[in-house]
């Protein structure tokens, strides 16, 4: 796992097609702008561990 610390308007590159911005952050909330291609699915943490918990 890569921990990076990034502020609002850094960004990282996942490979050629996946950037993931820090749009936000105050009081240890944290808002992130994701652009990936349509055919990549992204989903919450909370939503992936509550659907592996039903199966």
Do not use: N
Request: positive net charge; without cysteine; glycine residues 10%.
């Amino acid at each position: 796992m890569l921990v990076l610390g990034r502020r609002p308007g850094e960004y990282v590159k996942i490979g050629d097609d996946i950037t993931v911005k820090v749009v936000k952050s105050e009081d240890g909330h944290l808002r992130l702008a994701i652009d990936a291609p349509k055919h990549i699915k992204i989903t919450r943490g909370e939503l992936f561990e509550a659907d592996q918990g039903s199966k």
